[in-house]
């Protein structure tokens, strides 16, 4: 009768040690340091497979003259309809590492109260959205520039995407008036589950999203 040996687990999980040696490498590379302010790394967020060819053609063409930091200022991108999400690669983690369910969008901010139009207030609601990276000042010179306020904001693009907010109104007093977003430059999205990267032949979820009405309040009891 003949015995085998177990074989060796030869990867383990991310963060985990296993039986194979652990290398402390000393040697930080310098070009990689230097490469990494040039270094984006994209993933289409979508079902369907795109041709590659025209992708990159499509990307070339684009981006010809602009600078990683002006790509990623500008973002986001749509290569044939589909989400491009764009991470700048830093020299301290891996390819592997670079996380893709967050990406910046500009939220317009609709019927909120004049007298509530501060940037305070683009923040707090901002917040509700993602991370905020940049607001939009809704007043020049004292003077109402558009009839709804800009943030842009870090978004997990996992999760259904917020149609709106409830905003007390306490001089009126239990009374809430629905203030609602609008996102910029949003394709590949199904209104039916509020998600990005897929269509409705794609998605398996229960509907998740109501229009939304400008028009509507809720009385609090």
Same mark, same amino acid.
């Given at each position: 009768?003949? %015995?085998? *040996? ?16 652990? +290398? ?8 990689? @340091?230097? %490469? /990494? ?53 830093? =020299? ?26 501060? %940037?305070? /207030? ?6 509700? +959205?993602?991370?905020? +990276? ?9 003077? +109402?520039?558009?009839? @709804? ?10 999760? =259904?995407?917020? %149609? ?5 109104? *306490? ?25 990005? /990267?897929?269509?409705? *032949? ?16 809720? /009385?609090?009891?």
């Amino acid at each position: 009768m003949s %015995t085998s *040996k177990p074989r060796p687990e030869i990867e383990g999980r991310r963060g985990e040690r296993n039986d194979e040696q652990v +290398l402390e490498i000393e040697d930080r590379s310098e070009a990689g @340091y230097l %490469t /990494s302010k040039w270094s984006l790394i994209g993933k289409i967020m979508a079902d369907k497979i795109l041709n590659k060819n025209t992708v990159k053609g499509m990307i070339r063409k684009g981006w010809d003259e602009e600078t990683p930091k002006q790509i990623l200022q500008d973002s986001p991108w749509n290569v044939l309809g589909a989400l491009l999400n764009l991470q700048r690669w830093v =020299p301290d983690i891996s390819l592997y590492e670079i996380d893709f369910i967050r990406a910046p969008f500009w939220v317009q901010i609709h019927g909120l109260l004049l007298a509530k139009t501060s %940037t305070q /207030s683009v923040i707090q609601i901002g917040f509700v +959205l993602g991370g905020v +990276l940049q607001v939009e000042k809704p007043l020049v010179q004292d003077r +109402l520039m558009c009839s @709804y306020l800009r943030v842009r904001v870090l978004i997990d693009i996992t999760k =259904p995407l917020a %149609t709106g907010v409830w905003v007390t109104r *306490k001089e009126l007093g239990n009374i809430w008036i629905w203030v609602f977003f609008k996102y910029e430059i949003l394709q590949n999205f199904y209104y039916g589950c509020g998600r990005i /990267s897929h269509d409705q *032949k794609s998605c398996k979820e229960a509907k998740a999203v109501c229009p939304y009405d400008s028009t509507k309040y809720l /009385s609090k009891f």
